[in-house]
């Protein structure tokens, strides 16, 4: 069975400072993984998809992640944060078939 | 944006009553996803439609069901609401399966 792991639940950063947030996967076959970020009383936006090749995947508002198949993560990263960064990020993973898993999320605190 | 719409966008029901929701796939998507998502919680895969069949279904009882529509628009039935179905419910569409998903805004049901 697949799973995901956000290791942190919340991530306060100040503003302008670099952030990662962290994520493990479990699978026995090849995985497709995402991000998306939620902001309040919204829905779910894509922020970078990794489906094959490079393992470094640039994503939307500066966001990149790096696949790690050794140690099955895909950790999200951004070098400058803005205030407008604050929101809910999710990690997820699709084996191909029908379901997406997704983790429990992080929420990101940008503080001024 | 991304073309899927749901509705209503917020909802209140009495535990025990029925419930429908709508979900509008954005134009040539064939294959809609239904999410859970409890307050503080990453979404919860309940089922997929593709080409106006339950493609997969994840772990939720029976009591929840679907439809989809010729025009691939489709509907989530909760019957007999309990309490710890307050959540929002998100709809996400796709292309085909194993394509990205695009997701609405969710409707906010709350069971008092």
């Known amino acids: 069975a697949q799973s995901v792991t956000q290791l942190d639940s919340q991530v306060p950063v100040f503003e302008e400072a670099p952030v990662e947030l962290r994520c493990n996967y479990s699978s026995s076959v090849s995985v497709y993984l995402f991000w998306y970020v939620q902001y309040p009383n919204q829905g779910l936006q894509l922020l970078l998809k990794y489906l094959s090749g490079s393992t470094l995947v640039k994503g939307i508002n500066g966001f990149e992640a790096e696949f790690n198949k050794s140690q099955t993560s895909f950790h999200l990263r951004k070098p400058s944060v803005h205030i407008s960064d604050t929101a809910e990020y999710f990690c997820?993973?699709?084996?191909?078939?029908?379901?997406?898993?997704f983790g429990a999320g992080t929420r990101l605190f940008v503080k001024a | 944006e991304t073309g899927v719409t749901q509705s209503p966008t917020h909802l209140i029901k009495t535990r025990g009553q029925q419930v429908t929701l709508r979900c509008s796939s954005q134009?040539?998507?064939?294959?809609v996803s239904w999410y859970q998502q409890a307050l503080g919680q990453g979404p919860q895969f309940i089922f997929q439609?593709?080409?106006?069949?339950?493609?997969g279904r994840g772990n939720f009882p029976p009591r929840f069901s679907g439809l989809q529509f010729p025009n691939y628009s489709s509907e989530l039935n909760v019957n007999a609401l309990e309490l710890d179905d307050s959540a929002l419910y998100l709809c996400?569409?796709?292309?085909?399966?194993?394509?990205?998903?695009?997701f609405g805004q969710g409707t906010r049901l709350t069971v008092v």
């Open positions: 996400a569409s796709a292309a085909a399966m194993n394509t990205e998903a695009f």
């Open positions: 439609y593709y080409r106006e069949e339950e493609n």
């Open positions: 997820a993973v699709h084996t191909g078939g029908f379901k997406t898993i």
């Open positions: 134009s040539g998507h064939n294959t």
